[in-house]
């Protein structure tokens, strides 16, 4: 978990994010603790485990991120408000684009992006600080292992698609890899194709 000013610094930025800039339709649901659709069979998550997930994530100033699931870009722009660079990978082609624009528009210049299958990662950008991986797979992908730094901590919820658990994946300096469970949630899943 981050240290507490960290912690601070992190609760603060996001209690003045808009939410409602991330979604095109249902904005004034946007103060909803709840995940709500973004088209395409996706969803945006709930502002509480957004804000959850990138504390346990501990991302620091000098981290290169890897996040599976561009989505909306709500996550996005946490993670890169925080980190040194983010590499975001997205496979539906309208969400990603759309996601390109709002982070741009929101004057994020750290964060590249690629269209593919985010199953297999970034390799060419490797090894990467953290990971956070935002749909569910049914088993934890050795590829993202592989590009996580020693030491290097990863989120990824694991399961089926009725329900998850969401995995913290730390592995230390000696490449030993560890996880444990932070709660259980339910993620759209993390497709291992390249359907759109």
Known sequence: MANNDRDKEIRSYFR?????????TDKSLAKWDQALSIGHGQTISQPSLVLKMTL???????????EIGTGSGYQTALLAAFSD?????ERIPPLQERAQERLLEAGFTNINYLLGDGSKGWPEHAPYDRIMVTAAAEAVPDSLVDQLAAPGKMMVPVGGRTGQELLL???NQQGEVHSHVVE???????EQDDKT
């Open 56 to 66: 346990e994530l501990d991302v620091e100033p000098g981290s290169r991120v890897l």
């Open 184 to 190: 259980y949630v339910a993620f759209v899943p993390l």
């Open 85 to 89: 660079f983010v590499y975001t990978v």
């Open 169 to 171: 994946i730390e592995k």
């Open 16 to 24: 003045e994010m808009d939410r409602s800039f991330y979604m095109d």
